[in-house]
């Protein structure tokens, strides 16, 4: 059996970064004896998570409450935002608190939020092509000073009842798929609209979603690994499975207990941003026992 693994596979230079910040955080806070949070789960990865709860490292939900206790942070302590990023004015509201802040947001995501910050002060409309529940969405939806619409499939699209009086700036979430995004913006224009694109997809996620997909067009079984919140290990199962039928979407090596694979087969596997190289590789393993 021939296993062969993406290079591009798991974590994502932004990814990397937060998850890097959380854990020297975390060691800093041990020795000093402040509490330190994340707002929101720092990156959508159970495991990793759960790891840094173990060493202190708690969550803070959307109202700056404790989400295991509801407790509210003591001054002084540690606030990291992740990698998603957040709204202008969950800045401003963090910042009025006495804590100290990591902001941990991805430097491409961080572009994102300059380009509609000032394109929707110049007066124009926004389009942000991606999925309306994503925290980055709703975290770029927070820079924009103006009308904003979010475009995340055909039907939504069509949909539109934004003025065709000025150009639209379009831009799109960093973890949606290429073609979708092509293809949202060619409706659009059909549409009658003006409009000024930016594309926004990060290049690792590009480099990610392509060799995934060359990939799964030359193995009989193709194994996606990611959490199941996880937007862009979605999208990676979704190229996979149209090039290969029997793709198994997975969190761990333990999903794969009674899987078989064949000894003549050939196996590919690819992650989403969020999943640690420890998991990859314990998977890769697996399939060769198995």
Known sequence: MKVTVAKSAGFCFGVKRAVGLAYEEAAAAEKEGRAVYTLGPIIHNEAVVDDLRQK???????????AEDG???????????????????????????????VDATCP???????????????GYPIIIIGS????????????????????????????L????????????????????????????????????????ICNATQERQREALELARKSDKMIVIGGRSSSNTQKLVEICRRECAD???????????SVYFPTDSCVGITAGASTPNTIIQEVSLKCQKN
């Open 56 to 66: 202190g490292v708690r969550v803070l939900d959307e109202t700056l409450h404790c």
């Open 132 to 159: 309306p529940e994503h925290p980055e969405v709703q975290g770029i939806r927070g820079w924009v000073n103006g009308p904003c619409a979010v475009v995340s499939d055909e039907a939504s699209a069509r949909a």
């Open 161 to 200: 009842t934004l003025s065709a009086d000025h150009e639209i700036c379009i831009v799109s979430q960093t973890t949606i798929n290429f073609d979708k995004f092509q293809e949202s913006v060619e409706i659009i224009k059909a549409l009658g609209y003006h409009v000024v694109v930016t594309n926004t």
């Open 108 to 122: 491409f995501v961080q572009k994102i939020h300059k380009i509609v910050s000032e394109k929707s002060s110049e």
């Open 247 to 257: 793709t198994l979407y997975i969190q761990n090596a333990d999903d794969l207990e």
């Open 71 to 101: 407790s509210v942070p003591a001054d002084g302590s540690v606030i990291i935002v992740r990698s998603h990023g957040i709204t202008k004015a969950m800045h401003n509201e963090l910042a009025a608190h006495n804590w100290r802040i």
